[in-house]
């Protein structure tokens, strides 16, 4: 990977001009996306420890999220055009998944990225949103067909109706129709056995490769 310091150090300090020229000139010099993708992801880490040091507060939390999501949005077709995988608008679908931020969590760059690759790699994605709760999830899960229920939560909050969404699918005889991947920063296996997911990933690719395995 390219050493991005530059644009790590500008994130994180809330530089956003200079962060955003930085993204443009790496694309310009040929650096991958993806490189550039993972810089950010790298810095709102470290923002997030700042946050938890009581050195940055919701400002700071609310500026990284907003220059998180113009660079996704630099960075999408970058992403798309530099894709390896099977993705792209003319192939069959691989499958269906239907994504959501669970209820209480408002945290969405996460998902809106997960649900971004997905689509590059030729998944039929539905993105219902931010705070959604079990029953909806589920019920949207049900009239979409899908394949994959994909729950993405940040907080620490987020563990317990992400079991809800699992336990309501055992109570209704469907948790045998769909997978379950929880995502987020903070998903673990512990997490991911108590929620009693099929499985966890901190990563959106891992996450795409992850449903590819199922689904073949
Ligand atoms: C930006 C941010 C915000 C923004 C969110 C803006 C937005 N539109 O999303 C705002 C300001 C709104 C916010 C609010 C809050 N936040 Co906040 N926030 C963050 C921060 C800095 C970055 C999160 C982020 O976007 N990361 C970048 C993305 C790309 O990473 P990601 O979400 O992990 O997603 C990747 C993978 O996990 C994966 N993925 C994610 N979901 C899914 C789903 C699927 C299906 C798949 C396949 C993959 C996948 O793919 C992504 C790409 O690889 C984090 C710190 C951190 N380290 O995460 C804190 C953090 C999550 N926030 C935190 C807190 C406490 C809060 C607040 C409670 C603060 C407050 N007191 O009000 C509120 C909660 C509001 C609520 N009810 O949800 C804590 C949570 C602690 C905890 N244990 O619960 C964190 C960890 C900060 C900290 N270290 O204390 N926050």
Redesign the pocket.
């Known amino acids: 990977m390219a050493d991005l310091k530059d644009l790590f150090t500008a994130v994180v300090e809330m530089q956003e001009d200079t962060a955003l020229s930085l993204t443009h000139s790496y694309l310009d010099q040929g650096i991958p996306a993806i490189d550039i993708f993972n810089c950010y992801?790298d810095a709102?880490?470290e923002?997030?420890?700042r946050?938890?040091q009581q050195i940055y507060f919701?400002p700071e939390?609310?500026m990284?999220?907003e220059m998180?999501?113009v660079s996704a949005e630099i960075l999408k077709p970058y992403l798309a055009a530099q894709d390896s995988g099977s993705g792209g608008q003319t192939q069959k679908k691989l499958g269906k998944v239907l994504?959501a931020t669970v209820e209480?969590?408002?945290?969405?760059?996460?998902?809106n990225?997960?649900a971004m690759m997905l689509e590059l790699n030729g998944f039929d994605v539905m993105d219902i949103g931010v705070d959604v709760p079990a029953d909806k999830i589920i019920e949207e899960a049900m009239a979409f067909g899908a394949d994959v229920i994909?729950?993405?939560g940040?907080?620490?909050?987020a563990f317990d109706p992400m079991k809800s969404v699992v336990e309501k699918l055992k109570e209704k005889g469907l948790r045998d129709k769909v997978k379950v991947?929880i995502?987020?920063?903070?998903?673990d296996e512990q997490v991911c056995s108590y929620v009693g997911a099929d499985a966890f990933?901190?990563?959106?690719?891992v996450?795409?490769n992850f449903i590819k395995g199922w689904l073949n």
């Open positions: 992801q709102l880490a923002i997030g420890k946050f938890e919701i939390l609310i990284s999220g998180m999501k994504i209480g969590d408002i945290h969405d760059i996460g998902k990225i997960a994909g729950l993405s940040l907080l620490t909050l991947l995502g987020g920063g903070q998903m990933v901190n990563d959106a690719v996450g795409v």
